[in-house]
T-cell receptor, first 115, second 113 residues
Framework: DGGITQSPKYLFRKEGQNVTLSCEQN?????MYWYRQDPGQGLRLIYY???????QKGDIAEGYSVSREKKESFPLTVTSAQKNPTAFYLC??????????????FGSGTRLTVV | GESVGLHLPTLSVQEGDNSIINCAYS??????FIWYKQESGKGPQFIID?????DKRQGQRVTVLLNKTVKHLSLQIAATQPGDSAVYFC????????????FGQGTTLQVKP
């Protein structure tokens, strides 16, 4: 079955560490997105990519970095510069065709906790 | 920046009743609206969408209504079931946008047996 896979499901980070969250999709979707969700809040866009080797900052990109070396993969690195990284991170993809561009497929999320 | 908001943070309904979840948006340039359902600990799931040239769209047990005059969006769920308990988000895309969704804060739907 096609889908989008995030790993790990739970991740613990020590102060000052960088951690990388994995996101893989086999839907042949062009665009991929990373969102952050805090308790009781909506989703805020961190980074997005519409094509391989290209990506753009979202609304809260500071302290995060991404790469898009393959169409299927869009890993997110949470750097030590991100002062409040504890959150639920969601990866999404979409075909990016104008008719379907809002129909995101989301992964099941990674819950990151700073210890 | 522009944002999408929701009128109520929590909605409690009796099983079998109809549910109405409301959403207000502020950008008149938005041309595409989507509703998502998020169950606890999971990623959001697409429910239904509507474009600005429509005022109503129906799916299976769900109807989305769009009132562009007052910038209001609603999701109606018929015969609400316990499995409908979740957080519901509305989202919008601005005309000419690259496809980035702007999400509202969400409404928690609680279905009482």
């Amino acid at each position: 079955d096609g889908g989008i896979t995030q790993s790990p499901k739970y991740l613990f980070r020590k102060e000052g560490q960088n951690v990388t969250l994995s996101c893989e999709q086999n839907l042949n979707h062009d665009a991929m997105y990373w969102y952050r969700q805090d308790p009781g809040q909506g989703l805020r866009l961190i980074y997005y990519s519409q094509i391989v080797n290209d990506f753009q900052k979202g609304d809260i990109a500071e302290g995060y970095s991404v790469s898009r070396e393959k169409k299927e993969s869009f890993p997110l690195t949470v750097t030590s510069a991100q002062k409040n990284p504890t959150a639920f991170y969601l990866c999404a993809s979409t075909p990016d065709r104008s008719g379907d561009r809002g129909r995101y497929t989301f992964g099941s999320g990674t819950r990151l906790t700073v210890v | 920046g522009e944002s999408v908001g929701l009128h109520l943070p929590t909605l409690s309904v009796q099983e079998g009743d109809n549910s109405i979840i409301n959403c207000a948006y502020s950008n008149s340039a938005s041309d595409y609206f989507i509703w998502y359902k998020q169950e606890s600990g999971k990623g959001p799931q697409f429910i239904i969408d509507i474009r600005s040239n429509m005022d109503k769209r129906q799916g299976q047990r769900v109807t989305v209504l769009l009132n562009k005059t007052v910038k209001h969006l609603s999701l109606q769920i018929a015969a609400t079931q316990p499995g409908d308990s979740a957080v519901y988000f509305c989202a919008e895309i601005f005309s000419g946008n690259t496809g980035k969704l702007i999400f509202g804060q969400g409404t928690t739907l609680q279905v009482k047996p």
